[in-house]
């Protein structure tokens, strides 16, 4: 991280003794430093603090966008593998599913009947899937085009009676 320097090289910590816990504050001018600089210089330094200032801000922005974004992607990647697990717990469940079935019948009948019962929950899940895509076609905010040609009409009607 880059140090604020004053016009005599010091940096703005050591000329106005500020300690790490207020390094966010702008650094402040001694009475030495009024009396020997000129507005212009002051102007000067003033516009090149409130300058590193901004890129101080911006980096620690870039920093904690950073952060944020690792552990988006280690959360993602929990989730998937707790999608994975699940699955192979799901598989286990039918597993056992199938077993338990082929106590009273045969194996091939027990794995027959498990495995329509998936193909039937699939199939009403795939139609209502198809019914949802469907609601959200075409990909326009019809709602919202409505209500702006509405407003536009108001607005030309108010304009026109004045």
């Known amino acids: 991280m880059s140090t604020l320097r004053t016009h005599d090289g010091q940096s703005a910590a050591e000329s ?9 504050r702008a650094p402040e001018l001694t009475g030495s430093n009024k009396s020997e600089a000129g507005t212009g210089e002051l102007v000067r330094q003033a516009t090149q603090q409130v300058s590193e200032l901004m890129r101080a801000e911006l980096r620690l922005a870039v920093a904690e966008l950073k952060d944020k974004g690792r552990h988006a992607g280690t959360g993602a990647g929990m989730f998937g593998g707790a999608a994975l697990i699940g699955l192979y717990g799901a598989a286990a469940l039918l597993t056992a599913a199938i077993a338990a079935i082929a106590l009273v019948l045969p194996l091939w009948a027990a794995a027959l009947i498990i495995g329509g019962f998936l193909v039937l929950v699939a199939g009403v899940l795939s139609l209502l899937g198809v019914g949802q895509t469907k609601r959200a076609t075409p990909a326009k905010p019809e ?20």
């Open 143 to 162: 709602r919202a085009v409505d209500e702006a040609r509405q407003t536009v009409a108001d607005l030309k009607e108010r304009a026109s009676h004045r």
């Open 16 to 24: 106005t003794g500020a300690s790490r816990q207020d390094a966010g």
